[in-house]
């Protein structure tokens, strides 16, 4: 299993950050923004009035029931609290469902973006069913569908998509997600959809209104829905997530979250009922403010000779091809190093990112615009004649 390349960049950033640089970091993916005071401040006073002990392995019932009005409100589709297993964040929303449904003795593949989150390959790998990463669409907005037809085949166990997308920030078209959907069907397999970006949707009039996999015909049986609260609430360090997913895959769900994390911490749940029932302003402010950062960081990087960036719909992160003579390991080394800009190559998402970057436009504006300034004038110095 490979680290997820974030976290190497993050201790290289900070060495430089405690030898007195000033490091500019677009390579986290955390919410620049605070957890919203209420939900906060419901932490606390669950803390202070003893909600401190074991909760249930599948998250407390109301919760649960929270969870099941939020997807129905913002997805329109039906849930009940049965069909929810509440966890330590998104993350073993999609590890648990692999170990949980991936026959390794019979060869089960999971079929998964390229470049792509990097828990797909790591839980493909530890579950021992056989990662068949596919290609993205040049624009990074969905599969390539051509690829992708021809790699889901008898031996599919699950297809994953994650839309709004991490890296490319692509949010995929409605056509693209019904094919996903005819293929799990003709193949019998599960969809694991990977929704923690969807209230980060930009051309949405209503950021509530979401369009998701498991409300298509025939495909809520056959659907693991994964969501949290680290991106829409700015929670990344309470650690929230949810799955939604049949009853009888909930249990198998349960019972591996008894065996392994036991529960989620009491007062954290209590923070995640407010979040999801409370007022949601925060929510479309944040959006709005991410929208103008994207809007610069891509005009900025297309104005930048070497790059060509196309425009994300979702998340908050773009995903730049270069065509200067290097790979992306080495691209982003150099900036790190002569620039002091933290940012990720493309390979740390699946081979298929080479020369690509990650950034993450998490940051205030004002960090965007020294990045911008400090990578132009680094590569300048290196590549004159581009
Ligand atoms: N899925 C994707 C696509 C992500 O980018 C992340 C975090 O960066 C996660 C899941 C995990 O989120 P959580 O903090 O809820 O575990």
Redesign the pocket.
């Known amino acids: 299993m490979k680290n997820e390349g974030a976290y190497a960049v993050l201790a290289r950033a900070a060495a430089l950050e405690a030898r007195g640089a000033r490091v500019v970091r677009l390579e986290i993916?955390q919410p620049g923004f605070e957890t919203p005071e209420h939900v906060s401040r419901a932490g606390v006073e669950a803390i202070e009035s003893g909600k401190t002990k074991y909760a249930a392995p599948n998250g407390d019932a109301r919760l649960r029931d929270a969870v099941a009005a939020y997807l129905s409100r913002t997805r329109g589709v039906g849930y009940d609290a049965e069909e929810i297993v509440v966890g330590p964040?998104?993350?073993p929303g999609?590890f648990l469902p692999a170990l949980a449904v991936i026959d390794a003795g019979r060869g089960d593949e999971v079929v998964y973006p390229d470049p792509g989150?990097p828990?797909y390959a790591a839980m493909a790998e530890a579950s021992g069913g056989v990662g068949r990463p596919v290609p993205l669409r040049r624009d990074g907005a969905s599969f390539d569908m051509k690829a992708l037809e021809e790699t889901v085949n008898e031996k599919t166990k699950m297809i994953v998509i994650?839309s709004p997308?991490?890296p490319t920030g692509g949010v995929m078209p409605r056509e693209d997600v019904e094919r996903v959907a005819a293929l799990a069907k003709k193949f019998n397999c599960w969809v694991l959809s990977?929704e923690?970006?969807s209230r980060l949707i930009y051309d949405t009039e209503d950021e509530n209104d979401i369009f998701s996999i498991a409300s298509l015909d025939g495909m809520k049986e056959r659907t693991i829905l994964?969501d949290?609260?680290?991106?829409t609430y700015c929670m990344?360090g309470w650690?929230l997530?949810w799955v939604a997913c049949p009853t009888s895959l909930a249990e198998r769900l349960k019972l591996l979250t008894v065996h392994s994390v036991g529960c989620v911490a009491s007062f954290t749940q209590e923070a995640g009922i407010v979040a999801l029932t409370g007022p949601q302003d925060s929510v479309r402010e944040m959006r709005d403010e991410y929208r103008a950062r994207r809007d610069y960081l891509v005009d900025a990087l297309n104005a930048t000779p070497g790059f060509r960036c196309p425009e994300p719909a979702g998340a908050f992160y773009v995903f730049p091809e270069f065509t200067f003579p290097c790979t992306a390991q080495e691209l982003a080394d150099y900036l790190l190093d002569d620039a002091h800009v933290a940012l990720l190559p493309g390979t740390d998402f699946g081979a298929n990112g080479e020369r690509h970057l990650r950034l993450s436009y998490v940051g205030p504006m004002e960090d965007l615009r020294e990045a911008v300034a400090r990578i132009r004038r680094s590569l300048a110095r290196k590549f004159p004649d581009m």
Do not use: C, E, M
Not at 228 to 231: A, D, E, M, T
């Open positions: 993916g964040g998104a993350k999609l989150f828990t994650n997308g991490n990977d923690i970006y994964v949290g609260f680290s991106k990344t650690r997530g």
